[in-house]
């Protein structure tokens, strides 16, 4: 019997052996896509005189030729206007008209319009109401500027915004019927280049961008090397209730991947994948996610059973620098509830995935799409992930999942790798490892720590950078022991796992890998596997050296524990929509303030948050306003603009965790053995709740409303809303002040005197000042709370009996309230 087969049963036997015996004969490209691509104005024109239309938020005015496209399967989808346009677009809230507003750097804006002599529309509806209207279309010759206007489009999909709209297109050519789409690109005259769309499935149907849309359906998506970004997105106009879009959701959901990856002595990569899903919708089309520079060689599918019978399949995948989404076409549509595979073979070019970062050192790219998949991060699969890489060298993998077979065939060593429960994403990183594991009693945890002994090129050009620098001074050189600083990271991934296990609950996993890379400064997380930057492997003598300053400091001391953090925040729970990111970034950045808190005590962890406190309110170099002002944490991702790139890290990173912060303070009760007992019974229950699951900021609400203190319940209908539109939906950030004295009254008695006073809010804006007592050597003690709401001041006069004479009296000591 042949090892492969005591080790593969079940269904794994099945799918390891198909990925092996996968045919490579290429399947004919899809027709309909194929005459969606070749389309060209075909000679037909309507003329325009100001014809107006509404598509949702946008107005269009339009007065010049419509030439036609050549239709497809009968149907005009897409058409060119040349002559004089407009159009506004209205936001449809105050959020959306606060991202024009800093977009377009205009204060005052109350909606965006803008010129322009061409467009190219897509939208057959809208094309069949305007050929109505104009009384028909008139045949002719293809009109010069319409062609040209029509092929700077193309040549601006592929090269510009690289992504295929064509797939989309043919979605919506292919599967008529549900509300239209309306895709517009105009080259106007104040705005660069954009996509503007109504998409009944959302946002990121377009492949424009991939931030997990929450139902928007409206977007103007800019494309520019300094303004580029998603400059609007929004629910309808006149939508009824949040939520997401009608005609959104997977087309697809993927239950099991087996991965089957060669990595070639020059450390190209080639593979095959086999992917188990169901159908969600009777569709014909299936966006897969990958790498641009893996290319596809052949894709099979076949109704899952025990004798699959497989069928290959058209696909498509432009070039590797243009636009070159990946999706397979079916014959016919999906059956919603049934089951299918799909194998996809390809092949790596160039650096598709590894970089080679010298000496044995890798980077690793292509995040979540080395392997063609559907719904990374939001939906979790079982996976199996086979390595064959060279035997002769001396490099390695570490995969996410239990490695359950190591052995040689011929020139190579393989290894496999098994997910022990559903995952969001299947990692792996490669290199040079010098491994040491070590397991902590207390939380259970086995951390492994790979470390390369190997300099990196980056490494080595530093240290001639800084001889030639130093010249015949004394010597610039130094090493990089990155083994001793093995140490740090189990230490990192033991805190962590203590600190999880009591505030969030165990996680499933009881290994952890932690990994060096060659990427300077950014870590990453994957289930049950962590990546820290290379500067968490230098010790502080070589960081001084290298002129890195206290703030690299801080950051190689809570990047461990981020991204062990993540394990709980991102990989167990995950987060439903880009509104939703501090669910993941800003609990990941507030574990890590409380491995600092347990490590280092208070004065460290009101440290840490006076830090946040001093960036939240910064305007960094080169921004045109604080990070505060860029926008609320509902606004995720999109905070990064042109005006503020930083505001994104900051705000939903910082600012995140300061509000989870803010909830622990508040939900602090001295009396219990357990001070955290309220804060820990609802973080728990909101892990247990939303494992594997993608919750949303009013989810996570839900919970705080069930298990805060009454003092918390600032509003008659004992909901929580007052608090997170004030920290996550809005942008204030009151500034609170104090003057207290403490009088002894005789008799052990004290008298707390003075006034407390909040300003720069608005009416209804309401905080609970919490205010302490201080003694001797720093320490303080709480005395009790404040409420304020709106500009207000408020007297204290308490008298106390107390054990020990305090010094004073103080608001805020422990950074409860983030304040101005
Ligand atoms: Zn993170």
Redesign the pocket.
Known sequence: MNEDSVRFRGPWLVFAVLVLSASLTAAAEDPTYAALRAARPDGRSLALVNAEFDRDAFHFTLNGTLDLLAPVDGTTFGAVFVGTGSYTLTPANEAEKRQLAVYMKDDKLEALADTFGAAVLFDASLIRELEQAAGGAKPGAADGPASAAYDDFLKRERKDFTTNLHIRLLQELLHPGGRPLFLAYINGKKIPPAILAVDPRGGDALHLFDIGDDGETSALYVQDKTKGGIWYLARPVKAETPGPAADSGPVATAERYAIDTTIAPNNEISGGTVMAFTGRRAERVLPLALEPKLRLDAVDWARAGDAPEWRSVPFIQEDEEEDADAAVVFPEPLVAGEKYLLRTIYHGVGKAVLRDAGDGNFTVGARDSWYPNIGSFRQTADFELTFRIPRSGKNQVVAVGVESDSRVEGDQRVTVWKSAHPLRVAGFNFGNFRKASQTDEPSGMTVEVYTNPGDPDVLRQFQQALQAAAGDMAGGSFNVDTAGLAQAAFADGANTARVGNAYFGPLDDKRIAITQQSAWFS?Q?WPTLVYLPYLAFVDGTARQMMGFGADMTEFVDQVGA??VA?QWW?HKVGWRSYHDAWL??GF??FTSGLVLLKRKGVGAYNDFYEKKRKAILERPRGADFPNCEAGPIAQGYRLASWRNPQAYSVIV?EKGAYVLHMLRMAMLDPRKENSDEAFIAMMKEFAATYDGKNPGTRDFQRLVEKHAPPKLKMTADGKMDWFFDQWVRGTVIPRLTAKLDVKGAGGGKYRVVGTIAQSEVPDDFAVIVPVYLTYEKGAFAKLGDIPLVGETSKSVDVVLTLAQRPKGAVINAMHDVLTR
């Open positions: 870590g997380s981020h991204e993540h991102g993941s970034e990941a950045e990173y």
